[in-house]
């Protein structure tokens, strides 16, 4: 996977992850949710899932990277 790639998939997972915190901590100052840590933990699950996948990808994959061979 591209670096770029990379870089982008991980900043989008971030916002979404942030929005998914503001959101949950307005709803919590209004009253409608027990508690913050549900509201922390799945976009938490979300990024280390999605980290998880990458590195995984990149272990099996057979080709080299950007950063993976002596510039020429």
Do not use: K, N, Q, T
Not at 5 to 12: A, N, Q, S, T
Not at 49 to 65: K, M, N, P, Q, T
């Amino acid at each position: 996977m591209p670096l770029d790639r990379f870089v982008l998939i991980v900043v989008i997972a971030l916002a979404g992850a942030g929005l998914s915190v503001l959101l949950g901590a307005l709803a919590l100052s209004a009253g409608h949710l027990p508690g913050l840590g549900l509201a922390v933990a799945v976009p938490l699950a979300l990024v280390a899932y999605l980290l998880v996948r990458v590195i995984a990808d990149r272990a099996r994959s057979d080709e080299g990277g950007r950063y993976d061979s002596p510039p020429r």
